[in-house]
């Protein structure tokens, strides 16, 4: 709770801010304030607490979720450098709408209640459907801001549908009350399909969140018309939330129904990998491809899901948190080049490895990581998702699935490693770095090379 109070009285703070004549000072500023935060929230361990009635609890798991989301924000802002050099006169609303869209992202990690999951959905959605857009200058922007905001809103309007029919069948919005309530639905048939066809409903709803497959279609086009440092927020922050939400509804509310959900969810899981792989393999775009990446990784973190048993969360804790700082390391380096070399493509890396050895070795790293690849943080998060779906015998031929589709990964991720250490740089210039912009690439190379040797660092949490 107090995480969400200081980040919307940052976020209001930085606004004014904003008038300011010296942009410098924004940077510093918000990184400050994500500290606060950070240290702040961290103070609730062990601590549990119900605010508002019951509708919002913060717990270990909300904790956990929070401080890897904002640790991932913190870590994403010195890439925004380049918003600060052009002088660009909207910065102070960007930092205002990533801290915004994080108060709802906190929000969703820790709600109790379905109508505090729909205002945490709709203050992070609200917020990136601006950010998609802040290139007003680029047609492929505006394209995806208004690709994301019309098929969001209207995949908002069937989560509330799923609602509406869950709360008909049990009268109640409190998920812990809906999981008891459960028990008294066989008596009546029409309640019981009531209250089936809002999970499933709301299953969907909660799937286009976090781009799972068939309801990804939007995202391809979405992250690559945005701009590409909002982009590697929508990435990680967005869809680690939108897991983490998933996981808590299922855990609390749907239990009892599990059969009822499981296969749906598992037909969702095998399609959002078959697709996010084979889509990466076909992109000559390298930013394309990490789009289609990021909906093979929802598959991976969907897998703990319909896993669903005590490792689950454990499983989907220490995924996000190693795909987060691969990921946003990647984007990072994919910004730095593009910035520079006014390409996305795969060529725009060629010769990297000589002309910058820091970005191609924090680029190599995270590719690794993402292809999970062992001694990274990726090798990991495979394992401990493979791992907790390994205990159902009956799911050892998705994992095999998954591995072959992993196998299939690492050949695209390869591509790019290939491109800066084995292809001659075609009158490229030396794409230069800041010190700090280097600083925080040289952190995530190390915390993904240290979480993938010592993972009891973060897979103990919980």
């Known amino acids: 709770m107090t995480s969400i109070i200081l980040l919307s009285v940052f976020g209001i703070i930085n606004l004014f801010a904003g008038f300011a004549k ?59 450098q380049r918003y600060i050099d052009k ?9 205002s709408l990533l801290l915004f869209s994080l108060v709802g992202a906190v929000m969703m990690v820790g709600y109790e209640n379905l109508i505090m999951l729909f205002i945490g959905v709709e203050i992070l959605s609200i917020a990136m459907y601006v950010l998609a857009g802040s290139d007003k200058s680029s047609l492929r922007s505006n394209e995806a801001a208004l690709k994301y905001f019309l098929m969001g809103s209207f995949f908002t309007g069937i989560m509330l549908f799923g609602i509406a029919m869950i709360y008909g069948a049990t009268g109640t919005f409190n998920i812990t009350e809906i999981g008891a309530a459960q028990a008294g639905l066989g008596a009546d048939g029409v309640m019981d399909s009531m209250f089936v066809l809002g999970i499933l409903v709301l299953v969907i ?84 491809m990490l789009a289609y990446s ?32 691969a990921t946003i390391a990647a984007f990072g380096v994919l910004k730095l080049v593009q910035d520079q070399q006014r390409s996305a493509d795969y060529e725009a890396f060629n010769g990297l490895g000589k002309t910058n050895p820091l970005l191609a070795f924090s680029m190599t790293v995270s590719m690794l990581s993402l292809g999970g690849i062992p001694l990274t943080a990726g090798f990991f998060g495979k394992f401990f998702v493979f791992s907790a779906l390994l205990q159902n015998p009956d799911m050892l031929w998705l994992v095999v699935l998954a591995v072959i589709l992993a196998a299939v990964g690492i050949y ?16 490229q210039k030396p794409v230069r770095v800041e010190s700090f912009t280097a600083f925080t690439l040289i952190v995530l190379t190390i915390l993904t090379i240290l979480l993938g040797i010592a993972p009891a660092l973060v897979s103990e949490l919980l």
């Open 22 to 80: 010296n942009k410098q000072v924004l940077l510093p500023l918000v990184l400050v304030f994500l500290a606060v935060v950070f240290g702040v929230n961290l103070l609730d361990w062990n601590d549990t607490q119900t605010y508002f009635s019951n509708m919002l609890t913060v717990d270990n798991y909300a904790v956990a979720f929070t401080g890897i989301m904002t640790l991932t924000t913190l870590l994403l802002l010195p890439f925004s």
């Open 294 to 325: 990021s909906i093979s990784h929802a598959g991976y973190m969907l897998m703990a899901l319909v896993a669903f048993n005590e490792s689950s969360d454990t499983s989907i804790l220490f995924y996000s948190a190693a795909y987060s700082a």
């Open 87 to 95: 002088g660009d006169s909207n910065l102070a609303e960007y930092y």
């Open 412 to 427: 695209y991720y390869f591509r790019v490693v290939i491109a800066m250490y084995m292809q001659p740089a075609a009158n």
């Open 205 to 288: 709803g909660i799937s286009f969140k976090i781009s799972a497959a068939p309801f990804h279609f939007w995202a391809p086009d979405v992250y690559d018309g945005t701009p590409t440092f909002f982009t590697a927020f929508m990435s990680t922050v967005v869809k680690t939330a939108g897991v983490a939400a998933f996981y808590k509804l299922m855990a609390a509310a749907f239990a009892a129904s599990y059969a009822a959900w499981f296969p749906t969810l598992v037909a969702i899981t095998v399609l959002t990998l078959v697709v996010g792989n084979i889509g990466a393999v076909i992109q000559t775009s390298f930013k394309r």
